[in-house]
């Protein structure tokens, strides 16, 4: 089966007004060099104060979509600091990144917060990248998996095959995340491959076929291609490497189907 891939840049708390048209004019210039027709799904996801200006300046542009960092699953209303999927739409936002470690860890997100989140973005017609991953204890204790599988079974609660089918997984070593330290491409394989069979398990093997999943942790211009060369990791989430455009663009050319460029 061909599942397209996709090379996603999560921005994080980066970038001002300045900065992320810089970055996107550098972007766009480096993809108007390329072949479309063998180029992944590229996606960036900028800060919600960077999002309007994405927007613009992408919009003429549909080889690059638009991710948001994060979103409130409710409606509307007293939220402070929140922003719903209604005002996501305003600027055509196609993918959420949910469940990242950061905002596991650092904000206390829980499995069960996090597929309200999913729900909700696919009952508006977005699409989830669902992000799990494991500690370097749960690692070294030899539980990845079993860790994985209970995110994994948690984020999709409810969720229907049809909508599972179109959701992406982010698989994310939270000891490979800002480190330098990129998972060995071999064991994200099998890690990987191991998410698709939970998947297979919740639902069946076609819709582990077709669902996406992502590596993230310190992918780099000099990582992409072999990962990508792994046949069940179908693109990157990368945070430091896409903030600037140069190296964003080689991991785009990492990810080129037929000609995997030399970078
Ligand atoms: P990194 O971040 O590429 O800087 O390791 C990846 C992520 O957290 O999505």
């Not at 063998?38 to 300046?57: C, H, I, R, S």
């Not at 936002?93 to 989140?117: L, P």
């Not at 699409?127 to 990845?144: F, K, S």
Request: glycine share 8%; hydrophobic share 40%; proline share 4%.
């Amino acid at each position: 089966m061909a599942r397209k891939p996709i090379i996603a840049g999560n921005w994080k708390m980066n970038n001002n007004k300045a900065q992320a048209k810089e970055l996107m004019d550098g972007i766009l210039y480096g993809i108007s060099q390329l072949d479309a027709s063998k180029m992944p799904e590229v996606v960036v996801a900028p800060t919600y104060t960077a999002l309007w200006q994405v927007y613009d300046l992408i919009k003429n542009e549909p080889k690059v979509k638009l991710a948001a960092q994060n979103v409130n699953p409710n409606p509307k209303g007293a939220y402070t600091g929140e922003v719903s999927l209604d005002m996501l739409n305003d600027f055509k936002v196609k993918y959420v990144i949910i469940g990242h470690s950061e905002r596991r860890q650092m904000f206390a997100e829980s499995d069960e917060f996090i597929n309200q989140k999913a729900l909700a973005i696919l009952s508006e017609g977005l699409i989830p990248i669902i992000c799990c991953g494991e500690t370097l204890e749960q690692r070294e204790a030899g539980v990845t998996d079993e860790h994985l599988k209970n995110q994994i079974t948690k984020a999709f609660n409810n969720i229907s095959a049809s909508d599972a089918k179109k959701s992406v997984i982010a698989y994310e070593p939270i000891w490979a995340i800002g480190t330098g330290k990129s998972c060995d491409a071999k064991e994200a394989n099998r890690t990987i491959g191991q998410i698709r069979k939970v998947i297979a398990d919740l639902y069946n093997q076609e819709t582990a076929d077709n669902i996406r999943i992502l590596y993230g942790g310190s992918v780099k211009p000099s990582t992409i291609v072999e990962q990508m060369a792994q046949p069940e990791i179908d693109g990157g989430l990368i945070g430091g490497a896409s903030l600037i455009a140069e190296s964003f663009i080689d991991l785009i050319k990492g990810a080129m189907t037929d000609e995997h460029a030399v970078v």
